[in-house]
T-cell receptor
Framework: DTAVSQTPKYLVTQMGNDKSIKCEQNLGHDTMYWYKQDSKKFLKIMFSYNNKELIINETVPNRFSPKSPDKAHLNLHINSLELGDSAVYFC??????????FGPGTRLTVT | AQSVAQPEDQVNVAEGNPLTVKCTYSVSGNPYLFWYVQYPNRGLQFLLKYITGDNLVKGSYGFEAEFNKSQTSFHLKKPSALVSDSALYFCAVRRTLDMRFGAGTRLTVKP
């Protein structure tokens, strides 16, 4: 009974393609996030949704589009993939005490 | 702006020795501070947090952290390190809508 799950775990694709990463949490949390972790392990927030509404949209290229069909799901769609998009993408949800629960990550490699 | 800094990229300790991973913070008002751990190829896991109350906070896996208001620090400690503690450690501070993570410190515990 995984709390925060992401699919796929690995994604290898070519430049210019469009891909999606899915995230689901079964914790009943209202707030979810997408983070990008680069090769130096720096963790950067990309988006946050609260109860299906976008509340944080950091300076991320508009090729990245999050979608939250319901508060348990937050998906990330990426258009026209570039080499610099290669990273590990983490989904997370947050409880009322501000603890965040992270998914296992999706390692995206753009060739 | 709420932020944290981890001054050390890497900390090396011998198994059985005490360990300290440093974190300093810069916040306005009362800080909510967190420590997370990331094992290889995994998402971040919550270790402990400080919101208010006792300056010494105990967390998972025998870790503790000391909140020091005069030094604006929140160092992570463990009395006796294990090889299995080797991982990447992130300090974080709660912001209004999200959490800001430090750059991470890689802890290596040698047998």
């Amino acid at each position: 009974d995984t709390a925060v799950s992401q699919t796929p775990k690995y994604l290898v694709t070519q430049m210019g393609n469009d891909k999606s990463i899915k995230c689901e949490q079964n914790l009943g949390h209202d707030t979810m996030y997408w983070y990008k972790q680069d090769s130096k392990k720096f963790l950067k927030i990309m988006f946050s949704y609260n109860n299906k509404e976008l509340i944080i949209n950091e300076t991320v290229p508009n090729r990245f589009s999050p979608k939250s069909p319901d508060k348990a799901h937050l998906n990330l769609h990426i258009n026209s993939l570039e080499l610099g998009d290669s990273a590990v993408y983490f989904c997370a949800s947050r409880d009322i005490f501000y603890e965040q629960y992270f998914g296992p990550g999706t390692r995206l490699t753009v060739t | 702006a709420q932020s944290v800094a981890q001054p050390e990229d890497q900390v090396n300790v011998a198994e059985g020795n005490p360990l300290t991973v440093k974190c300093t913070y810069s916040v306005s008002g009362n800080p909510y501070l967190f420590w997370y751990v990331q094992y290889p190829n995994r998402g971040l896991q919550f270790l402990l947090k400080y919101i208010t109350g006792d300056n010494l906070v105990k967390g998972s896996y025998g870790f503790e952290a000391e909140f020091n208001k005069s030094q604006t620090s929140f160092h992570l400690k463990k009395p006796s390190a294990l090889v299995s503690d080797s991982a990447l450690y992130f300090c974080a501070v709660r912001r209004t809508l999200d959490m800001r993570f430090g750059a991470g410190t890689r802890l290596t515990v040698k047998p």
